[in-house]
C-alpha cells in the first residue's frame, strides 16, 4: 500500500495492514461488562433497564450499551483479546500492532485530529507517513483519563496533555469528557419526535471540550487540532448506514461522497442518491467513506434489519472557518480540506485475510480548533439506539434520515 493509498485510515485501516485478525464473541452486554471488570474499571450508567459501559483508564471511551441490561444485545465492538492481554512491555510489543496502538474496541472514544500530514498528530518530525512510523499519541491510546465525577447518569473525566505534531508545533491542550446517559425525554427531544410506547431505547450523549492551555495561539500555518469521535459497532447480515446529506450541485457543494479512501467502494456495498447513501455495515469488506462540510446535516446511523434496531448519530454543527483537518498520509495541498462525517465497513484488507473485527464505524469530527490561549472548543456527540416494531421504527427513520424503513432494506 503507497502512501496515496493510505488516506486517514483511523485505527480500522491501519490495524488491518498488521492484525491477522481475532475472534471476539459478544454474549449480549452483561456478560461483555462482566468481562471487562476483569480487566479494567468500568463505569457503568443506568436508566431504567438502559445502561452505557464507560472506561477511565481507556479515555473516558463509552464501551458498549443496550436498552436492556440483564438480558440485551451490547452494541460496542469489544476486542476481547487485546483488554484480556493488558498493556505489553517495550519488548513484548515489539513487531506487533500494539507498538502502533492499542485496538480495545469501544462504541465511541475520544480522538485527536489530523492523522497524517505535515500537521500530522501522529507522526514525528522526520517520519515517513508510512506505517512503521505511525504511532497513537499515548493520551488518546494507553494513559488514562482523570475521574472528575461520578453520578447515575453522567461521569466527567478530564486530561491535561502536551503534542507535537509532524511540523515540529507543540500543543499544550486541556480535555474535558463528559458522558450523559440521555433519558427518553432528552432523545425525543434530539430527534425531533415523540418515541412510540413500544420502543425499547439507550442513547448517549459525550460532551467533549479541547482547551488552549499554552501561552501561544493556534494558527492555521503550524497545524490545527480537531476533536475527532470514533464509534466501532457490531455488524449484522442486514446492517445498512444512513446517511442523508444536502443537494446541490458539486461546484458548490463538493463530491455528494468521498469513497476513495481504500480503493472506490463497489456499488454492491454503495448507493448514492440525489441527497442520501446507504452503505453496507456487515462487515464483510472493508470500504470508508466521507461527507463534506458543506453537504452534511449533521446526522448519520445505520439500521439492523434482523434485530430491528434503528441506530442514530448526531453532532453539534457549527461554523469552522478554518475548515476540518485533512488526515491524508503525506504532505498536503489542503491541510485543511477534510471530511466532517466518515463511515467505515470492517472486512478483509485483501483475499484470504482476515477480518480485524469486523465491526463497522461511525465517525464525526469538530473544526479546526485555531484556539487562543485559554479558549475552548467544544464537540458533543449523541449515539441513540432504537429497537421494536418497523411501524414504530418507521416514523424516527422518516424523521431523521428523510426515508422510511423499506427503501432502506430495498438498496442491497
Same mark, same amino acid.
Request: charged share 25%; aromatic share 10%; proline share 7%.
Given at each position: ?6 488516506v ?12 491477522a485478525g481475532?475472534t ?8 461483555d461488562v ?7 474499571p ?17 479515555q ?7 436498552f ?7 452494541f460496542g ?10 498493556l505489553l512491555?517495550d519488548?513484548e ?16 472514544r475520544f480522538?485527536?485530529g489530523p492523522e ?9 518530525p522526520?517520519?515517513?507517513?508510512e506505517?512503521?512510523d ?7 491510546d494507553t494513559e ?5 465525577s461520578?453520578?447515575k447518569?453522567?461521569a ?7 503534542l507535537t505534531?509532524?511540523?515540529?508545533t507543540?500543543f499544550?491542550?486541556?480535555?474535558e ?10 432523545t425525543?427531544?434530539?430527534?425531533g419526535?415523540d418515541?412510540?410506547?413500544?420502543i425499547r431505547m ?8 479541547l482547551t488552549?492551555?499554552?501561552?501561544k495561539p493556534?494558527v ?6 480537531s476533536i ?7 455488524? !449484522?447480515p442486514?446492517?445498512t448506514?444512513?446517511i442523508?446529506?444536502?443537494?446541490? @450541485?458539486e *461546484?458548490e =457543494?463538493?463530491p455528494?461522497v468521498?469513497d476513495?479512501y ?8 454503495l448507493?448514492?442518491?440525489?441527497d442520501i ?8 469488506r472493508?470500504?470508508k ?6 453537504r452534511?446535516?449533521?446526522v448519520?446511523?445505520s439500521?439492523?434489519a434482523?434485530s430491528?434496531?434503528l441506530?442514530?448519530?448526531t453532532y453539534n ?7 476540518y ?5 503525506e504532505?498536503?495541498?489542503?491541510p485543511y ?10 472486512g ?5 485475510? !482476515? ?11 469538530s @473544526?479546526? *480548533?485555531? =484556539? ?19 411501524a414504530?421504527l ?13 427503501t ?5
Amino acid at each position: 500500500m503507497t502512501n496515496k493509498q493510505v488516506v486517514g485510515l483511523g485505527l480500522a485501516g491501519a490495524a488491518s495492514l498488521m492484525l491477522a485478525g481475532c475472534t471476539c464473541v459478544s454474549g449480549g452486554f452483561s456478560d461483555d461488562v462482566a468481562f471487562m471488570k476483569e480487566h479494567t474499571p468500568i463505569i457503568l450508567l443506568k436508566d431504567g433497564d438502559a445502561a452505557v459501559a464507560v472506561a477511565p483508564d481507556y479515555q473516558g471511551r463509552v464501551m458498549t450499551s443496550t436498552f436492556d441490561r440483564k438480558a440485551g444485545p451490547s452494541f460496542g465492538w469489544i476486542n476481547r483479546p487485546v483488554i484480556e492481554k493488558g498493556l505489553l512491555s517495550d519488548e513484548e510489543k515489539k513487531g506487533k500492532l500494539e507498538e502502533h496502538i492499542y485496538v480495545f474496541g469501544g462504541e465511541e472514544r475520544f480522538w485527536l485530529g489530523p492523522e497524517g500530514g505535515q500537521f500530522a498528530l501522529y507522526f514525528k518530525p522526520g517520519d515517513k507517513f508510512e506505517f512503521s512510523d505511525w504511532r497513537t499519541p499515548a493520551v488518546i491510546d494507553t494513559e488514562p483519563f482523570e475521574v472528575v465525577s461520578t453520578s447515575k447518569d453522567r461521569a466527567v473525566f478530564r486530561r491535561d496533555c502536551e503534542l507535537t505534531n509532524f511540523s515540529g508545533t507543540v500543543f499544550k491542550m486541556g480535555i474535558e469528557r463528559t458522558v450523559r446517559l440521555l433519558d427518553e425525554a432528552a432523545t425525543a427531544e434530539t430527534i425531533g419526535i415523540d418515541l412510540p410506547e413500544g420502543i425499547r431505547m439507550v442513547a448517549f450523549e459525550t460532551d467533549n471540550r479541547l482547551t488552549n492551555t499554552g501561552e501561544k495561539p493556534w494558527v492555521p500555518e503550524t497545524g490545527l487540532p480537531s476533536i475527532w469521535m470514533l464509534g466501532m459497532l457490531n455488524p !449484522a447480515p442486514k446492517t445498512t448506514i444512513v446517511i442523508p446529506f444536502k443537494a446541490g @450541485p458539486e *461546484a458548490e =457543494l463538493g463530491p455528494k461522497v468521498n469513497d476513495a479512501y481504500f480503493g472506490k467502494v463497489p456499488p454492491e456495498y454503495l448507493k448514492v442518491e440525489e441527497d442520501i447513501l446507504f452503505f453496507k455495515g456487515d462487515g464483510t469488506r472493508r470500504g470508508k467513506i466521507g461527507i463534506g462540510p458543506k453537504r452534511t446535516k449533521g446526522v448519520a446511523g445505520s439500521y439492523d434489519a434482523d434485530s430491528q434496531v434503528l441506530t442514530v448519530v448526531t453532532y453539534n454543527m457549527q461554523d469552522a472557518p478554518y475548515g476540518y483537518v485533512n488526515s491524508m498520509w503525506e504532505h498536503q495541498k489542503e491541510p485543511y480540506s477534510g471530511d466532517v462525517i466518515n463511515s467505515y465497513n470492517d472486512g478483509s484488507p485483501e483475499p484470504g485475510a !482476515a477480518p480485524l473485527g469486523p465491526f463497522y464505524e461511525i465517525e464525526t469530527s469538530s @473544526p479546526a *480548533a485555531a =484556539l487562543k490561549p485559554g479558549e475552548t472548543m467544544k464537540h458533543i456527540q449523541r449515539t441513540m439506539h432504537f429497537q421494536g416494531s418497523e411501524a414504530d421504527l418507521d416514523g424516527i427513520a422518516l424523521k431523521v434520515f428523510g426515508v422510511d424503513l423499506e427503501t432502506i432494506k430495498s438498496k442491497f
